[in-house]
T-cell receptor, first 118, second 114 residues
Framework: EAGVTQFPSHSVIEKGQTVTLRCDPI?????LYWYRRVMGKEIKFLLH????????ESGMPNNRFLAERTGGTYSTLKVQPAELEDSGVYFC????????????????FGPGTRLTVL | GENVEQHPSTLSVQEGDSAVIKCTYS??????FPWYKQELGKRPQLIID?????GEKKDQRIAVTLNKTAKHFSLHITETQPEDSAVYFC?????????????FGGGTRVLVKP
């Protein structure tokens, strides 16, 4: 079974430019999460999709970040315009649909996209 | 919201010795605590987890303990080997039908010296 994939693996852009990150979850996984690790700190939650719907976007830092998951398959995270503090590693994770309130389905992580804003 | 603190940030051990990483959490509603291992250049992978109704769980050389009262949980690695060198992240979440966003600690870089 193919794991979560992310593209690109690295991106170097200048401040003010736009970057779009892509995540392909494991096939059949309804839940898709975006996380970010900045400057060697903790991995922080950005947002959560259930299929194509945004379930929780409480972690999105500001309106320069836009996430989409059209059709409920792959997801994109666009940063426009990018700022220096956006540098970090962006992780995507996916999990199976939650069948009940007491069930936890493992989140499988992608390899991440390392974003450097100069 | 939940806050997870993780210590130490770096840990160097001699091969064969034990390693212990400690985490504390703030939200008493958290009831699921996974540990992820990220080897250099690779993706974070779940290595062990524990639910709040269990005090300890073991899987070969790794074990996790949970103290709900104190809001502490720890990862124990015994008989460390060079392949245990990695960054380890603890996390916490409250299991919900609507989804389970993870709150992570800052990570511990473990170096096992041969």
């Amino acid at each position: 079974e193919a794991g979560v994939t992310q593209f690109p693996s690295h991106s170097v852009i200048e401040k003010g430019q736009t970057v779009t990150l892509r995540c392909d979850p494991i096939s059949g996984h309804d839940n898709l999460y975006w996380y970010r690790r900045v400057m060697g700190k903790e991995i922080k939650f950005l947002l959560h999709f259930v299929k194509e719907s945004k379930q929780d976007e409480s972690g999105m830092p500001n309106n320069r970040f836009l996430a989409e998951r059209t059709g409920g398959t792959y997801s994109t995270l666009k940063v426009q315009p990018a700022e220096l503090e956006d540098s970090g590693v962006y992780f995507c994770a996916s999990s199976q649909r939650t069948s009940g309130g007491s069930t936890y389905n493992e989140q499988f992580f992608g390899p991440g996209t390392r974003l450097t804003v100069l | 919201g939940e806050n997870v603190e993780q210590h130490p940030s770096t840990l160097s051990v001699q091969e064969g010795d034990s390693a212990v990483i400690k985490c504390t959490y703030s939200d008493s509603a958290s009831n699921y605590f996974p540990w992820y291992k990220q080897e250099l250049g690779k993706r974070p992978q779940l290595i062990i987890d524990i639910r709040s109704n269990v005090g300890e769980k073991k899987d070969q050389r790794i074990a996790v303990t949970l103290n709900k009262t104190a809001k502490h949980f720890s990862l124990h690695i015994t008989e460390t080997q060079p392949e245990d060198s990695a960054v380890y992240f603890c996390a916490a979440t409250t299991i919900k039908a609507a989804g389970n966003k993870l709150t992570f600690g800052g990570g511990t870089r473990v170096l096992v010296k041969p």
